[in-house]
């Protein structure tokens, strides 16, 4: 998931808003973190469950990272100023997206993942023009892997 990641932010642009899914321990911190390394990024990149967001400031520009795992109420999200940050043109990673409701039909690209015996499955679905460009060009990783 890690390498992955790294290959996708390739294609990640700012304004981008990626969605996470899957069970626990199905590997979207990780994937999240190979994004963030792949940006640039060197630090510790820990799962935001209690913090709901955190911040990265990259010479790319600023990415946050969000999971609402424990959001149980998208109107927490409105409370928040969840909006606002989608709405700056910042890039967006955001797990447990099924928790804010109205986010997995607007992300421009949205990564579902399965893990199985032999490793992850990975299903990626693109809602925007933005998100079908980072979809046509990571379709080139499985030839890769």
Request: with cysteine.
């Amino acid at each position: 998931m890690r390498r992955f990641g790294q290959f996708l932010a390739s294609f990640a642009t700012n304004g981008l808003l990626i969605t996470l899914q899957g069970d626990l321990g199905a590997g979207k911190t990780t994937l999240a973190r190979g994004i963030l390394e792949g940006l640039g990024y060197s630090g510790i990149v820990k799962s935001p469950t209690y913090t709901v967001v955190e911040p990265y400031e990259l010479s790319v520009g600023m990415i946050y990272h969000f999971d609402l795992y424990r959001i149980f109420d998208p109107e927490e999200l409105e409370f928040l100023g969840f909006r606002d940050y989608l709405n700056e043109g910042y890039l967006c990673i955001i797990e447990w997206p099924e928790r804010g409701d109205w986010f997995v039909h607007s992300a421009d690209l949205c990564i579902a993942i399965e893990p199985i015996e032999s490793g992850r499955k990975i299903y990626l679905r693109s809602n925007s023009r933005e998100g079908e460009w980072v979809f046509q060009n990571i379709q080139e990783f499985s030839e890769l892997a």
